[in-house]
């Protein structure tokens, strides 16, 4: 058998990547081969009796899906996608477990509802109950080391909550959740798969050599087709050979890794497509509720619990831009000790980030209570420790809390929260802080209603806004109360303005606001959420927003109305943007992708929809000014209509994402899954990821793979150097050379005076001439002022360039 590998594996070297054809559509598969292979079928309740457990059952098969492990993220969206119903569904998973030392294992489950697991046949766990929270263990069974045993869970869930977890131990392996490392697909399924991937990976060269012969040279052109044959060889006499599955898998898996490799180089070779920088942005940004975002160091750093499929868990996103979330990094998974983990905020108070909210705590019987997390480093993105529960109550009673925010005034921290439970009085309610997670004082009732506090200051003055009305309706709406006499905790110390930002025709909900300062200081800025579905009487699936907003002539805030989706708005002052941005429909498209532009509100000549077909992809052929990590983003709508989401009072608990696979430079490096956006299609959202470019030429890929989601419209990629937070001289005239090429500098003249300048800029920076580059860059701002005034540079150009000076300037003063 090691022969006959050996001339398959000398076909493999000059093979290809796989896909699935345009007639197939499979499950969803990862690209190394690993994870579950989840069966899921429909159950039918007894209405008389909802402990009934005969009706849960493996008769009514509706499709399946891998899952990478169990790690107790939520079915709820799959049961919903594939059954059509969030409630009273059974999932089988299969596979084989690899362990990693010859030992006695120990293996812990806990779900909610119930399961069963065997190891190679032998049932080790059997709790199939309609219960949920209630851990089992297994009996120590004895494993080999490089061994794969078969692997099967059975899983009941009647309603509400969906989601298991599966976790090992041995006297070598320290208790942990069973990784996808350690699982595997069934691999006669993987042969399926990637048999048919194959055969869309050799249709897409084909479309190359027939498109696009003439972009590239003789060379290249000849090793696409010699590398095409050889996979069409290796497709016609694998199963011609007496190998088992498992290495027909793992051959068929080398020649489309090798496969994709070679379509990369011919894309590269065809060049990088044409770029532009954009200093507009339009709302909504991304889908998400209670929004909030603080600014340190030249970064946005925004913080969530929203769009997880368990909400046990909070995020830390960084970004040098507030119109993207930029980077999103889990800081803190509960592991079932918390529960509804609402609106999380980030602060910064001497040397370490604190994360406040509001979550059902175990310790409190799941009454919802105000917690506080501690980062352990001064990396808002590193490790925290729970500090535990806040003290909210009276007479040292600890009461339950909603929504709960911090403000500092003259040194000392006080706390601002909404009441909860019956009987309680109507808050805000306010109380100082010990320190940054210590509160011993008694609660003070401000009193009047709202829900949301938020603090808002300005020159000494003191507000806090509040959301009325009912959320998942459009009359949730914003409102404030302002101090008078600086003695935070005296309720006659409040007056209430009501009613200052609500619903326009063109956005519904807006409230839950979170103030921010531009990059430089100069501007105010507020992030507020909105409602996805504005036309329904009650839908809570919200969106993020922002605006900038001013100051009314006695001291008070002036919130304007909300921005329309139609409206597109500069971007703040001193932001840098979300980079080079390149255009959807001029990238190379494959399958049944269409170009359009029906839909409102896209950037550039129109937009491409990437459908449901498995084997579409949009590959964009990009430059990396140098070698290391990017942050890439691509504009997306995805406004599927279904009923249960979209519609009034919405029954599913998280709505059925998208799934996109993401290939850079032919491996696949992330899926990536879109939310839903309006069901006019009219609203675009972004999401970005952290990517490794080589310097040069690079193809970032959007794939509809076997077992993705599509039917997602993209309307462009942007891509900028993660970690970079400044500017520099070479950047900008890297930005002059370009806005001279696009007609954005009238003339050479005056893009060579504003080269010369940032020449003597660059030589200083060289030398760490830290005065001489302020001076320099002092010099080059008001000859920029200059050409602005006299029509020699573009608005948009004017604008990108002002961004990049002040920030430089921030970086070395």
């Given at each position: 058998?090691?022969?006959?590998?050996?001339?398959?594996?000398?076909?493999?070297?000059?093979?290809?990547?796989?896909?699935?054809?345009?007639?197939?559509?499979?499950?969803?598969?990862?690209?190394?081969?690993?994870?579950?292979?989840?069966?899921?079928?429909?159950?039918?309740?007894?209405?008389?009796?909802?402990?009934?457990?005969?009706?849960?059952?493996?008769?009514?098969?509706?499709?399946?899906?891998?899952?990478?492990?169990?790690?107790?993220?939520?079915?709820?969206?799959?049961?919903?996608?594939?059954?059509?119903?969030?409630?009273?569904?059974?999932?089988?998973?299969?596979?084989?477990?690899?362990?990693?030392?010859?030992?006695?294992?120990?293996?812990?489950?806990?779900?909610?509802?119930?399961?069963?697991?065997?190891?190679?046949?032998?049932?080790?766990?059997?709790?199939?109950?309609?219960?949920?929270?209630?851990?089992?263990?297994?009996?120590?069974?004895?494993?080999?080391?490089?061994?794969?045993?078969?692997?099967?869970?059975?899983?009941?869930?009647?309603?509400?909550?969906?989601?298991?977890?599966?976790?090992?131990?041995?006297?070598?392996?320290?208790?942990?959740?069973?990784?996808?490392?350690?699982?595997?697909?069934?691999?006669?399924?993987?042969?399926?798969?990637?048999?048919?991937?194959?055969?869309?990976?050799?249709?897409?060269?084909?479309?190359?050599?027939?498109?696009?012969?003439?972009?590239?040279?003789?060379?290249?052109?000849?090793?696409?087709?010699?590398?095409?044959?050889?996979?069409?060889?290796?497709?016609?006499?694998?199963?011609?050979?007496?190998?088992?599955?498992?290495?027909?898998?793992?051959?068929?898996?080398?020649?489309?890794?090798?496969?994709?490799?070679?379509?990369?180089?011919?894309?590269?070779?065809?060049?990088?497509?044409?770029?532009?920088?954009?200093?507009?942005?339009?709302?909504?940004?991304?889908?998400?509720?209670?929004?909030?975002?603080?600014?340190?160091?030249?970064?946005?750093?925004?913080?969530?619990?929203?769009?997880?499929?368990?909400?046990?868990?909070?995020?830390?996103?960084?970004?040098?831009?507030?119109?993207?979330?930029?980077?999103?990094?889990?800081?803190?998974?509960?592991?079932?000790?918390?529960?509804?983990?609402?609106?999380?905020?980030?602060?910064?108070?001497?040397?370490?980030?604190?994360?406040?909210?509001?979550?059902?705590?175990?310790?409190?019987?799941?009454?919802?209570?105000?917690?506080?997390?501690?980062?352990?480093?001064?990396?808002?993105?590193?490790?925290?420790?729970?500090?535990?529960?806040?003290?909210?109550?009276?007479?040292?009673?600890?009461?339950?809390?909603?929504?709960?925010?911090?403000?500092?005034?003259?040194?000392?921290?006080?706390?601002?929260?909404?009441?909860?439970?019956?009987?309680?009085?109507?808050?805000?309610?306010?109380?100082?802080?010990?320190?940054?997670?210590?509160?011993?004082?008694?609660?003070?009732?401000?009193?009047?209603?709202?829900?949301?506090?938020?603090?808002?200051?300005?020159?000494?003055?003191?507000?806090?806004?509040?959301?009325?009305?009912?959320?998942?309706?459009?009359?949730?709406?914003?409102?404030?109360?302002?101090?008078?006499?600086?003695?935070?905790?005296?309720?006659?110390?409040?007056?209430?303005?009501?009613?200052?930002?609500?619903?326009?025709?063109?956005?519904?909900?807006?409230?839950?606001?979170?103030?921010?300062?531009?990059?430089?200081?100069?501007?105010?800025?507020?992030?507020?959420?909105?409602?996805?579905?504005?036309?329904?009487?009650?839908?809570?699936?919200?969106?993020?927003?922002?605006?900038?907003?001013?100051?009314?002539?006695?001291?008070?805030?002036?919130?304007?109305?909300?921005?329309?989706?139609?409206?597109?708005?500069?971007?703040?002052?001193?932001?840098?943007?979300?980079?080079?941005m390149y255009q959807a429909e001029d990238a190379i498209l494959y399958g049944d992708i269409t170009k359009e532009n029906s839909?409102?509100?896209?950037?550039?000549?129109?937009?491409?929809?990437?459908?449901?077909?498995?084997?579409?992809?949009?590959?964009?052929?990009?430059?990396?000014?140098?070698?290391?990590?990017?942050?890439?983003?691509?504009?997306?709508?995805?406004?599927?209509?279904?009923?249960?989401?979209?519609?009034?009072?919405?029954?599913?608990?998280?709505?059925?994402?998208?799934?996109?696979?993401?290939?850079?430079?032919?491996?696949?490096?992330?899926?990536?899954?879109?939310?839903?956006?309006?069901?006019?299609?009219?609203?675009?959202?972004?999401?970005?990821?952290?990517?490794?470019?080589?310097?040069?030429?690079?193809?970032?890929?959007?794939?509809?793979?076997?077992?993705?989601?599509?039917?997602?419209?993209?309307?462009?990629?942007?891509?900028?150097?993660?970690?970079?937070?400044?500017?520099?001289?070479?950047?900008?005239?890297?930005?002059?050379?370009?806005?001279?090429?696009?007609?954005?500098?009238?003339?050479?003249?005056?893009?060579?005076?504003?080269?010369?300048?940032?020449?003597?800029?660059?030589?200083?920076?060289?030398?760490?001439?830290?005065?001489?580059?302020?001076?320099?860059?002092?010099?080059?701002?008001?000859?920029?002022?200059?050409?602005?005034?006299?029509?020699?540079?573009?608005?948009?150009?004017?604008?990108?360039?002002?961004?990049?000076?002040?920030?430089?300037?921030?970086?070395?003063?």
């Amino acid at each position: 058998m090691k022969k006959v590998i050996g001339v398959l594996m000398g076909i493999i070297l000059i093979a290809g990547m796989v896909n699935v054809p345009k007639d197939v559509y499979a499950v969803e598969t990862t690209m190394d081969s690993q994870g579950l292979l989840g069966e899921f079928f429909k159950n039918e309740p007894n209405p008389n009796d909802r402990e009934d457990i005969s009706v849960f059952n493996f008769d009514d098969f509706r499709g399946e899906k891998v899952i990478g492990n169990l790690k107790g993220d939520s079915f709820t969206s799959i049961f919903k996608q594939i059954t059509g119903s969030p409630d009273y569904n059974t999932a089988r998973f299969t596979g084989t477990i690899v362990p990693e030392y010859t030992e006695d294992y120990t293996f812990h489950m806990v779900g909610d509802d119930g399961f069963r697991l065997w190891i190679n046949g032998v049932m080790i766990i059997d709790f199939w109950e309609q219960k949920w929270e209630i851990p089992q263990v297994s009996s120590p069974i004895s494993l080999e080391a490089g061994k794969h045993y078969d692997i099967k869970i059975e899983y009941l869930q009647g309603w509400g909550g969906a989601w298991l977890r599966m976790e090992w131990e041995s006297a070598s392996q320290e208790r942990e959740i069973v990784p996808e490392s350690a699982l595997y697909l069934p691999a006669d399924h993987v042969v399926t798969t990637k048999r048919n991937d194959l055969k869309v990976e050799i249709q897409k060269m084909d479309y190359l050599k027939e498109n696009f012969a003439d972009k590239v040279s003789e060379s290249a052109l000849n090793n696409l087709i010699v590398k095409k044959d050889s996979m069409k060889e290796l497709l016609d006499t694998i199963d011609d050979n007496e190998i088992d599955d498992r290495d027909k898998a793992a051959l068929l898996i080398e020649a489309i890794e090798a496969g994709s490799m070679a379509r990369t180089n011919f894309m590269e070779e065809m060049g990088v497509q044409n770029s532009s920088v954009h200093d507009k942005f339009n709302n909504p940004l991304y889908q998400g509720q209670d929004p909030f975002v603080t600014y340190k160091d030249g970064y946005y750093y925004f913080v969530s619990s929203s769009n997880l499929d368990s909400n046990n868990k909070i995020y830390v996103s960084k970004s040098r831009t507030l119109t993207d979330q930029g980077e999103k990094v889990m800081v803190f998974d509960s592991q079932g000790t918390q529960t509804r983990i609402f609106a999380p905020e980030i602060f910064f108070f001497d040397g370490k980030w604190y994360i406040y909210y509001c979550a059902d705590l175990k310790d409190y019987d799941y009454r919802h209570m105000a917690t506080v997390l501690e980062s352990v480093t001064d990396d808002p993105q590193g490790e925290y420790v729970d500090k535990g529960a806040l003290y909210t109550g009276k007479n040292g009673e600890y009461k339950q809390a909603n929504d709960f925010t911090v403000f500092e005034y003259n040194e000392q921290l006080y706390a601002v929260w909404g009441t909860l439970g019956t009987g309680e009085p109507e808050g805000p309610a306010i109380a100082p802080m010990d320190n940054p997670y210590t509160i011993t004082a008694d609660r003070t009732i401000i009193g009047g209603g709202g829900e949301g506090p938020r603090v808002l200051q300005k020159d000494g003055k003191v507000f806090i806004t509040v959301s009325d009305g009912a959320f998942a309706t459009d009359g949730y709406r914003l409102s404030y109360y302002t101090n008078t006499d600086k003695d935070f905790l005296n309720q006659d110390s409040w007056n209430r303005t009501s009613d200052v930002f609500a619903s326009t025709k063109d956005v519904s909900g807006p409230a839950r606001a979170g103030f921010i300062k531009s990059a430089d200081g100069t501007e105010d800025w507020m992030i507020y959420h909105s409602r996805v579905y504005k036309d329904t009487q009650d839908n809570g699936w919200r969106q993020v927003n922002l605006k900038k907003f001013g100051w009314n002539e006695d001291g008070t805030p002036d919130f304007g109305e909300p921005i329309s989706p139609d409206e597109w708005q500069t971007l703040p002052s001193g932001d840098l943007g979300q980079g080079n941005m390149y255009q959807a429909e001029d990238a190379i498209l494959y399958g049944d992708i269409t170009k359009e532009n029906s839909s409102a509100n896209y950037q550039g000549a129109g937009y491409i929809n990437l459908p449901e077909t498995p084997g579409a992809e949009a590959s964009f052929v990009v430059k990396a000014r140098e070698d290391g990590d990017y942050i890439v983003g691509v504009s997306y709508a995805y406004g599927v209509e279904v009923d249960g989401e979209s519609t009034n009072y919405p029954t599913t608990q998280l709505p059925a994402r998208a799934e996109i696979n993401v290939y850079v430079n032919g491996t696949h490096e992330k899926t990536i899954a879109p939310d839903k956006t309006a069901i006019s299609w009219d609203e675009w959202f972004t999401t970005s990821e952290r990517l490794h470019l080589k310097e040069g030429t690079n193809v970032i890929s959007y794939r509809i793979d076997s077992g993705s989601i599509g039917n997602v419209n993209l309307d462009y990629l942007t891509m900028y150097k993660a970690d970079e937070v400044a500017s520099s001289a070479a950047i900008m005239k890297e930005l002059v050379e370009r806005f001279k090429e696009e007609g954005k500098i009238t003339d050479d003249a005056a893009a060579r005076a504003l080269d010369i300048h940032l020449s003597g800029v660059e030589h200083f920076e060289q030398q760490e001439a830290v005065d001489k580059i302020v001076k320099h860059m002092k010099g080059f701002e008001q000859l920029l002022e200059y050409q602005k005034d006299n029509k020699l540079i573009s608005e948009n150009a004017y604008n990108i360039l002002k961004a990049n000076a002040n920030a430089l300037v921030k970086k070395w003063s």
